[in-house]
């Protein structure tokens, strides 16, 4: 796994890592990359290895990024004030950012794998564009009140949460808070991408965690309710990150998934 770089995208620098795979460019062309996105707190470092476990086990080449003002990536002026997240952040990230970011990296059709955040982003990305598949864990769909008395405990124990927190961003404030404000934000309220959902043409699996305080099943249940070709994985004794939770549960979900899918030529 190579040591994580900066890149420009859309005059944003944003933190990169790539996982290689084989021994030639040849042979990793043959399976769809994979690109994870972390959740509201994460960044590439949060990720730890299981990036690379992933990639060993399916087989591919994979890309970890930080979004802006989380891990090592460009810092936000104001966060709290003038660069403060609209509500329309994540579209923002899967119609803007992400179509650039592949167009950098010389990146097509690939696998998503999104955290939370990260989840969602990878079905309104994947509602518009082409993907190889889709795999969310514990994303959000729409705003529950299980979800914002969560997050406003969260923000009442912050100091508590700072020192873990730091060793993954540069600048921890900025990552906690423009999270932290926009879902607690009146006008994040209304935030529902439901309406987007039946547009994803590509395999998607949905997975939830029982125990998790950030959301309950109706997020997976509604996806599946728009996305028929979707597989949900539903996991007891887990919170809200299955991929810590339950590591040999997930990745043997994901194995099965990916099976699935079958490798692609990309020209």
Not at 37 to 56: F, I, N, R, T, Y
Not at 190 to 208: C, E, N, T
């Amino acid at each position: 796994m190579k040591t994580p770089s900066l890149i420009s995208v859309r005059g944003v620098e944003l933190e990169v890592q790539h996982i290689p795979f084989g021994n030639t460019a040849k042979q990793a062309l043959s399976h769809p990359a994979c690109v994870f996105l972390h959740e509201g707190l994460g960044s590439v470092a949060m990720w730890k290895d299981w990036p690379q476990k992933v990639c060993e086990s399916l087989g591919c080449e994979g890309w970890v990024y930080s979004r802006k003002g989380y891990g090592q990536s460009q810092h936000i002026l104001d966060v709290r004030g003038a660069g403060k997240l609209t509500a329309d952040y994540m579209h923002h990230e899967a119609l803007d950012v992400l179509p650039a970011l592949f167009q950098a990296l010389n990146i097509s059709h690939p696998l998503l794998i999104g955290h939370s955040d990260g989840g969602t982003i990878a079905l309104i990305h994947a509602s518009q564009f082409s993907v190889a598949g889709c795999v969310v864990m514990a994303p959000h769909v729409m705003v529950e009140d299980k979800s914002i008395q969560a997050i406003s405990q969260a923000r009442d124990h912050f100091e508590k949460l700072r020192p873990r927190l730091a060793a993954f961003h540069k600048d921890v404030d900025v990552a906690f808070w423009q999270w932290n404000d926009v879902w607690l934000s009146d006008a994040f309220r209304s935030f529902d991408i439901r309406p987007l959902l039946h547009k994803i043409a590509s395999p998607l699996m949905a997975i939830q965690g029982a125990d998790d305080p950030y959301g309950t099943m109706a997020q997976i249940d509604d996806i599946a309710s728009e996305v028929p070709q979707t597989q949900l994985v539903k996991l007891v004794n887990c919170g809200h990150s299955p991929h810590k939770d339950q590591p040999t549960e997930v990745l043997q979900a994901l194995k099965y998934f990916s099976s699935s899918l079958g490798k692609i030529q990309r020209h």
